[in-house]
């Protein structure tokens, strides 16, 4: 919690990375990504929060890939 808080105070620092594994692929592994959300949260988590539940869809349409990061 304290990392979310602090990301929150300093954006510019922070991006969420994503990355898309595939478990059922046997051998190599299979993976899709990374994407980078420079701002996946709008708020911090009350105290006491032990989960909070993201939809991916949703952080992925936010989301850009590495060369876009820069």
Do not use: H, W
Request: no cysteine; charged share 25%; proline share 7%.
């Amino acid at each position: 919690m304290k990392v979310a808080v602090f990301r929150l105070n300093q954006v510019e620092k922070f991006m969420l990375a994503i990355v898309i594994v595939d478990p059922e692929v046997k051998g190599e592994s299979e993976f899709e990504g990374p994407y980078y959300v420079k701002t996946p949260f709008t708020a911090e988590p009350d105290f006491g929060v032990a989960s909070i539940n993201y939809d991916l869809s949703d952080l992925l349409s936010k989301a850009v890939v590495p060369e876009q990061t820069v």
